[in-house]
C-alpha cells in the first residue's frame, strides 16, 4: 500500500509540474510576466519590497529574473536574488542608506495592483506591434524588461522599461512607459 500511495504522489507531482511552463520559459507578454510576478511572489511574499525588478531573454537560457529585495525595509537590508533556469541563488546582501528623517520603505515599491509586471508585459506586446508596424521588424523578441525606480523615491515618475531587438540581431529598441502605461519615447 506504502508503494502505491508514493507512486500516486509522484506521479500527481509531476503532471503538476510538467503542466506549467517554468519561469525561464514564460512569454513575453501579460500573462507570461504574470506568471513570473506569481514566481516571485511565491518565493518572496506578497508584502515583498524592491528596488528593482528585471526580466532579461537570453536565447540560450530563456528568462532570467533579477530582483533586489527585502520584507524589511526598517533594517535597511536587501538581498539581490537571480532566477535562472527555475534555480534562484542570492548575489549578494546591499546595506541601503537613506535621507536622515525618512522611511526606507518610501525607497520601495511593492508588486500590487498600482505596479506589476503583468502590465510590463502588456507593454513588451504593445512595444513589439509598434516595431513590427513602424520599422517592419518582424518577430521582436525581448532583450529586457524592468520597472525603473527612481532613486528618490517618487513613485509618480516611475517608468515601465521595454527593450527589444530583431530576432536576428541587431540594434536594441528601447521604449518608456510613463507607470499608467502612457508612452514616452522609443529610443535606439
Known amino acids: 500500500m506504502k508503494v502505491f500511495k508514493s507512486t500516486v504522489i509522484i506521479a500527481i507531482m509531476v503532471f503538476i509540474v510538467s503542466c506549467g511552463k517554468s519561469t525561464d520559459e514564460q512569454s513575453a507578454d501579460a500573462k507570461g510576466f504574470s506568471a513570473i510576478e506569481n514566481e516571485i511572489k511565491s518565493k518572496f511574499g506578497n508584502e515583498a519590497y524592491f528596488t528593482d525588478i528585471t526580466i532579461?531573454?537570453?536565447s540560450a537560457i530563456g528568462n532570467i529574473i533579477g530582483v533586489t529585495v527585502t520584507d524589511a525595509p526598517e533594517s535597511l537590508k536587501m538581498g539581490q536574488w537571480n532566477l535562472t533556469q527555475n534555480a534562484w541563488r542570492q548575489n549578494t546582501e546591499i546595506s541601503l542608506e537613506v535621507p536622515q528623517g525618512s522611511k526606507a520603505a518610501d525607497f520601495m515599491f511593492q508588486l500590487n495592483e498600482k505596479m506589476n509586471l503583468s502590465k510590463l508585459g502588456e507593454l513588451v506586446e504593445i512595444s513589439g506591434k509598434q516595431l513590427k508596424d513602424e520599422k517592419n521588424i518582424e518577430n521582436p523578441t525581448l532583450?529586457?524588461?524592468?520597472?525603473k525606480f527612481p532613486k528618490n523615491g517618487n513613485i509618480a515618475i516611475t517608468?515601465?522599461?521595454?527593450?527589444l531587438k530583431p530576432e536576428s540581431g541587431g540594434a536594441t529598441y528601447t521604449f518608456r512607459y510613463k507607470l499608467n502605461g502612457d508612452f514616452i519615447k522609443m529610443d535606439y
Open 56 to 58: 532579461t531573454y537570453n
Open 143 to 147: 532583450n529586457m524588461a524592468y520597472i
Open 159 to 163: 517608468e515601465y522599461v521595454v527593450a
